[in-house]
């Protein structure tokens, strides 16, 4: 059941006549000895914990290490709350959620690198506002998150999901690619629309740096989040409705990589290009290191 590409994915779903989740699972059973029950328990023990730490911010006010984010996902909640939304319940539900987590994630507190901590917000993001908006059960969710799982694995093995060595492309923009082949998923897409979606998801986000602010993951990661799961949403959209990407999957993996490599170091999770080295960039960073 294993596979190293999106077309031996797809291979694989074809000849099993199953959708991408399911063979995820296998390969999960196979590769690690372990139950199928324990597998899809663990899943849902991973969800439980990006549920929880989507809805915490907005409940309470969740400032973060460094101060520079904290509060903003309460502000969109009460927003939305009252009416105001320019994007529509389910991207509006999604994007809150996707700036929530990063406030936890920077607050020290628990959450589900997916892939990385800095891009933690999307694929919950995406998921739970999906749950909600089509009042979806847990085990519909954890389906979908093997998907995702399936999408991320691809990265990690032929490309990277690290700012460090490809910028942000490789960790929103992977997460943003994971969420928009889940969600294909859960609106009954085909395998082929999924890594359509996924690889439509990881053209819009080609080439964004990673320059966080004062080398904090908060800021501009946190509004990122925000920007994968909307872009998500959207290539999701796109590919149930038909709209085809010319790029094959497993050559935009190959081109996101290629493209990664060339990005200067400044601009790879530094803090010395970008916004981190912008007047007020740089201006946070002085205060922030004269007052510890």
């Known amino acids: 059941m294993d596979f190293i590409s999106g077309a031996e994915l797809l291979h694989l779903c074809s000849a099993e006549n199953c959708d991408i989740s399911e063979i995820m699972i296998r390969r999960e059973v196979s590769e690690t000895e372990d139950t199928r029950e324990h597998i899809l328990k663990r899943m849902l023990e991973a969800y439980t914990i990006m549920k929880k730490a989507a809805k915490e911010p907005l409940e309470r006010e969740v400032r973060s290490v460094g101060g520079l984010i904290g509060g903003e996902a309460m502000k969109l909640h009460h927003y939305h709350e009252n ?31 997916a892939p990385t901590a800095g891009a933690s917000g999307v694929v919950p993001g995406v998921l739970l506002a999906l749950q909600e908006v089509y009042q979806l059960s847990d085990e519909c969710i954890v389906d979908s998150l093997f998907t995702a799982g399936a999408v991320g694995y691809l990265f990690m093995r032929n490309a990277s999901v690290s700012g460090a060595e490809a910028g942000c492309q490789a960790e929103v923009g992977v997460a943003s690619a994971m969420a928009a082949a889940a969600a294909v998923g859960l609106m009954k897409g085909t395998p082929e629309q999924s890594l359509q979606a996924a690889s439509m998801a990881t053209a819009n986000l080609l080439g964004l740096v990673c320059d966080p602010i004062a080398g904090l993951v ?40 290629q493209v990664g490599k060339k990005i200067p170091p400044e601009l790879r999770e530094t803090a010395k290009g970008g916004c981190a080295a912008c007047e007020t960039g740089c201006r946070i960073r002085s205060d922030l290191i004269s007052h510890r």
């Open 218 to 257: 908060e800021s501009p990661c946190q509004g990122r989040n925000a920007m994968g799961a909307g872009n998500s949403l959207i290539c999701a959209e796109l590919a149930l409705s038909g709209v085809s990407q010319q790029i094959p999957f497993d050559e935009m993996v190959e081109t996101m990589y």
């Open 83 to 113: 009416g105001l939304s320019l994007c529509g319940k389910t991207i509006s539900l999604a994007i809150t959620y996707a700036m929530a987590v990063p406030e936890v994630n920077a607050s020290m507190g628990l959450i589900v690198a």
